[in-house]
Every structure is written in C-alpha cells, then in structure tokens.
C-alpha cells in the first residue's frame, strides 16, 4: 500500500465546477504539499499545511490529522485549472513523499 | 520570490554525448537541491539531493557515475547526463530548499519548470 493514496486518479469537470480532490497517507507527517504540474511539466506549490485550513484565491486546502486526511477544493473552476494535481507529504525528513497525481481536466 | 530557472527547457542530443542541464535558485539561497526524473504520467522519483559545496547523495538504483550532479554555489546545481541513452530520456525536474531557519524552510521545496531530454 502506497504511504499517499489519492483520489480520484481522473476527473473531469465542467466549467463553474466545485471540485474536490482527495489525499489520504498512512505516516505521521512533518507537513503535507499541494502541488499543481501544468501540462508543459513545471511545478507549481500551491499549499503546505500542517493543520487547519488554508485558502488562495479560488483554491482552499485542508486536513485532517487525527484522520490522516487532507481535500484540495477549486471553486468556480475554468479551465485553465486543468492540470495534473499532487499531494507529497514530508515525514521525518525534508524528502517528499508523492501521491500518483490527481489528472483534472475542466471542460468550457 | 522563490523562483527557481532550469536550462535548457528541451534539449535533443544523440547517442553516446554528454547532456549538461542546469538549476538556478533565482531570488534565494539554495543550500539544498534535488534533482528528479518523472515518465510519461508517473510520479516524480527522487535522483539525488545535492548540498552545496559537498558531495550529491543518490537514491538507490541512480547511477552516480551517469548523473553527475554538481553544486558548486548556492545557486546553482547542475546534471550531467553522461554518455547518453535513449533509455534516459525523460522529464528532469529540479527543486531547491532554502538554507534553513524554521519550519517553513525545512519543509518546503521550489520547483524548476523542468528539461525535457530526447535521446536519439
């Protein structure tokens, strides 16, 4: 079993869209990534969280630590949200530890 | 802030040359860099972590005499692909750390946009 499981794998949505991607590990966490690759590669940090909730523009992070549990919402989706979203997690060390991706695709 | 540049974006060479590709922390000490690989839809894997001024340490299974990695000011870390493959063309993704002073610093990585390699 992967130590970050996320889900879902794909997800296609329609524009307006509220959408919620899932991040579930099974270690004790240091802090815990939201990342964003576009389709040309690059990585983009949206979030690092260790508690509580963090919001940026149209994007809001959580988690849950007793439940070992983290959801990325995107409100109003467009899009140029399309994009292949990951959760990685530090645990005991600076190293990260990556979910499988999470491939959103927004339709107009 | 916290920019990090990688040269070149794609580069094509053929069998057998050496690849040289570059990692720059844009607006930041880097003391800690990382060097990645990523395949078609697949996660990233970690190649190597590079401290400045010392030697890169390498995942099990990565070649250090194939992937020289070199990190010679905390702004710059490089990746030389040597004698190359088409078996090593893939996506190479750096990140670096800032030198660290809190939670924050220990824990979060910049990413580079990435260098696509195609061997011939």
């Known amino acids: 079993k992967n130590e970050v499981e996320q889900s879902p794998q794909n997800l296609t949505a329609q524009e307006g869209e509220f959408i919620t991607i899932n991040c579930s590990y099974s270690v004790g966490i240091s802090a815990l990534h939201w990342l964003q690759q576009h389709p040309g590669g690059g990585i983009v940090s949206l979030f690092m969280?260790?508690?509580g909730k963090k919001k940026h523009g149209r994007l809001i992070a959580t988690i849950n630590i007793q439940e070992k549990h983290s959801s990325l919402h995107i409100t109003a989706s467009h899009p140029r949200d399309s994009a292949v979203y990951i959760c990685?997690?530090?645990?005991?060390?600076?190293?990260?530890?990556f979910g499988t991706g999470t491939r959103l695709k927004v339709l107009a | 802030g916290a920019v990090v540049s990688q040269h070149p974006s794609w580069v094509i060479c053929k069998s057998g040359t050496s690849v040289k590709i570059e990692c720059r922390s844009l607006?930041?000490?880097?003391?800690?860099m990382f060097w990645y690989r990523q395949f078609p839809k697949q996660s990233l894997m970690l190649m190597a972590t590079?401290?400045?001024?010392?030697?890169?340490?390498?995942e099990q299974g990565v070649e250090k005499d194939k992937f020289l990695i070199n990190h010679a000011s905390l702004t710059l870390s490089t990746l030389t692909v040597t004698s190359a493959h088409p078996e090593d063309s893939s996506f190479y993704i750096c990140?670096?750390?800032?030198?660290?002073?809190?939670?924050?610093?220990?824990?979060?990585?910049?990413f580079g946009p990435g260098t696509r390699l195609t061997v011939l």
């Open positions: 969280l260790s508690s």
């Open positions: 990140s670096a750390r800032e030198t660290v002073t809190s939670w924050s610093s220990y824990n979060e990585q910049f």
């Open positions: 607006d930041f000490q880097a003391t800690t």
């Open positions: 590079s401290n400045e001024g010392s030697k890169a340490t390498y």
């Open positions: 990685a997690l530090t645990s005991g060390t600076y190293k990260y530890i």
